[in-house]
């Protein structure tokens, strides 16, 4: 058995200047220090936090934050990258370090958004994504799960779809991405769950590319037009292993 090493630092307000913390584990795998930071949503209006050349971060110390989802759409459509965050500047904040998508997004620009969350990502079921123009990104990155209630849709050449979790990623939606080089991979810590995914890349770029370090479970159909499928569950998400998955 491989044990990994977590630290957690929790507080109302956490000043960690000169701290030095060590999650190596000689007998297992290396860990990790979480500090608390801001729970973010993308919704309605801008709070507890600031967006500046596309990429928004929460305020020293708040445990809450708002991003407004039509100035993520705006920014997006006016040809910069997003990128939202969770953890502060400053002073961390008490939240877990959700981002919780609460309105749909959609632009036509070929531009990225990225969620980088240090605890869930979670796409509401009211919260349908959609990137429209080639070379259009959306990326998804959680250091606990990915949870995908809605829709997630990349169209046109070289579009992707990028899902990373420490732990799960979860999608109980479609997920697409259409169009020439067209790519989705979706890799976990532990498990792979999806519904219905669909990239006719055609390509020589891996349409559809599921790992994860136990299982990968398909609850439905899996389509690529003229490209390769990987699935892979194994112990580290590389190739046949001794801990392999389903």
Known sequence: MLFRSVIETSGHSLDVAGIQVDANAPN?????????????????????GTISAGVFTPNSGVATATVDA??????????????????????????????????????????????NASHDVIVSASAAMTASTQN???????????NVGAALTASAQNSQILLTAGNDVLATAAVTATGLNAKIDMGAGHNVSVVA????????????????????????????????IILRADDDGTGPGVLGGT
């Open 28 to 48: 297992g795998q290396g860990g990790e220090w979480l500090l608390d930071p801001a729970d973010v949503t993308i919704g309605a209006g801008n709070s507890g």
């Open 136 to 146: 259009s990104e959306i990326v998804l990155t959680a250091a606990h799960d990915v």
């Open 197 to 228: 995914v669909t990239a006719d890349g055609r390509g020589s770029v891996t349409s559809i590319n599921l790992h994860a370090n136990q299982d990968v479970i398909v609850n439905g159909a899996i389509s690529a037009a003229g490209g390769a």
């Open 70 to 115: 039509g100035t993520v759409q705006t920014t997006l459509n006016g040809g910069t990258n997003v990128t939202i965050n969770t953890a502060n500047t400053g002073v961390s904040g008490s939240g877990l370090g959700d981002i919780t998508v609460s309105s749909p997004l959609t632009w036509t620009t070929g531009n990225t958004l990225t969620l």
